[in-house]
């Protein structure tokens, strides 16, 4: 079955710090991928998306993330986070008919 | 420019009432989904309507119903509310096109609260 994982429940940086989020997708075909944020109480916003091309693909508030087809993976990257990152940070990967399956998440705290 | 309205924005209900969950999106969408996010489990597809005229379940189909009203217009019901069911609830929305190259849009949620 298609999934996608988020192995890290939680993860505190320090301002100004790089940071990167794991993803791993499970997928036969080449995958759909989105990474998505969440600011407390809010919905789900787009980051970036990849569907081909490039591998590594620019999105908003600086954030890129890079496709790796021999790992499965589509990790999420910053070079120097911002305390204003802090938020809950969704992988998902385009199903089949026209569903997106998420991952479980990964929340983002910042460390003055 | 509203995107995914949903309402209400907050709900207490006893076990056993009914509830509807508004949703309107005003982008012209031919798709429109229900998930619901619960602590650790990320988001869960309850329904999703592929078109206007269409409904399918998702992956946690149990105790809920949906209406795609009109193209604009996806509802989702609670019918017999249980305490398993508090959780967030969000609706979204993905354009016109090729479905797979489409992100979700998405309403700033249900906070449900079951007693």
């Known amino acids: 079955a298609q999934s996608v994982t988020q192995p890290d429940i939680h993860i505190t940086v320090s301002e100004g710090a790089s940071l990167e989020l794991r993803c791993n997708y499970s997928y036969g075909a080449t995958p759909y991928l989105f990474w998505y944020v969440q600011s407390p109480g809010q919905g789900l916003q787009l980051l970036l998306k990849y569907f081909s091309g490039d591998t590594l693909v620019q999105g908003i508030k600086g954030f890129e993330a890079e496709f790796k087809r021999s790992q499965s993976s589509f990790n999420l990257r910053k070079p120097s986070v911002h305390w204003s990152d802090a938020a809950e940070y969704f992988c998902?990967?385009?199903?089949?008919?026209?569903?997106?399956?998420f991952g479980s998440g990964t929340r983002l705290s910042i460390r003055p | 420019n509203a995107g995914v309205t949903q309402t209400p924005k907050f709900q207490v209900l006893k076990t056993g009432q009914s509830m509807t969950l508004q949703c309107a999106q005003d982008?012209?969408?031919?798709?429109m989904y229900w998930y619901r996010q619960d602590p650790g489990m990320g988001l869960r597809l309850i329904y999703y309507?592929?078109?206007?005229?269409?409904?399918d379940k998702g992956e946690v189909p149990n105790g809920y119903n949906v209406s795609r009203l009109n193209k604009r217009e996806f509802s989702l019901r609670l019918e017999s509310a249980a305490p398993s069911q508090t959780s967030v609830y969000f609706c979204?929305?993905?354009?016109?096109?090729?479905?797979?190259?489409?992100?979700?849009?998405f309403g700033d949620g249900t906070r449900l609260s079951i007693l």
């Open positions: 309507s592929a078109s206007e005229g269409t409904t």
């Open positions: 982008m012209n969408h031919n798709s």
């Open positions: 979204a929305s993905s354009g016109t096109g090729k479905v797979s190259n489409q992100p979700q849009h």
């Open positions: 998902a990967a385009y199903s089949s008919a026209s569903k997106i399956i």
